[in-house]
Nanobody, 112 residues
Framework: QVELVESGGGLVQAGGSLMLSCAST????????MAWYRQAPGKQRELVAS???????YYAEAVKGRFTISRDYAKGTVSLEMNSLENESTAVYYC??????WGQGTQVTVSS
């Protein structure tokens, strides 16, 4: 049974950076995707970035060039480096495994 725990959210000024991390426990298949989603107030949850072995990384258009997803397959962790943060980046960010398992979410708030 895979469990996911996110960390690294917080309050940051516009233009700043944050690093989110997600640690997993249990068996994680390297060929299954690990991803970051986000849900802003009043909006649907959306895919931000995903990564899996031997496949191109995916980034939502809104974050391309600013966010970087990384995965440590040996440790079972996935990170999201977020740069040049905008007010629109404010959301709860969720780690996801294989489109099935979710973490509890971590709040990211960007202030102007």
């Amino acid at each position: 049974q895979v469990e996911l725990v996110e960390s690294g959210g917080g309050l940051v000024q516009a233009g700043g950076s944050l690093m989110l991390s997600c640690a997993s426990t249990g068996f994680v298949d390297y060929y299954s995707a690990m991803a970051w989603y986000r849900q802003a107030p009043g909006k649907q949850r959306e895919l931000v970035a995903s990564v899996r072995l031997r496949s191109p990384k995916y980034y939502a258009e809104a974050v391309k060039g600013r966010f970087t997803i990384s995965r440590d397959y040996a440790k079972g962790t996935v990170s999201l480096e977020m740069n040049s943060l905008e007010n629109e980046s404010t959301a709860v960010y969720y780690c996801n495994y294989n489109n099935v398992k979710w973490g509890q979410g971590t709040q990211v708030t960007v202030s102007s």
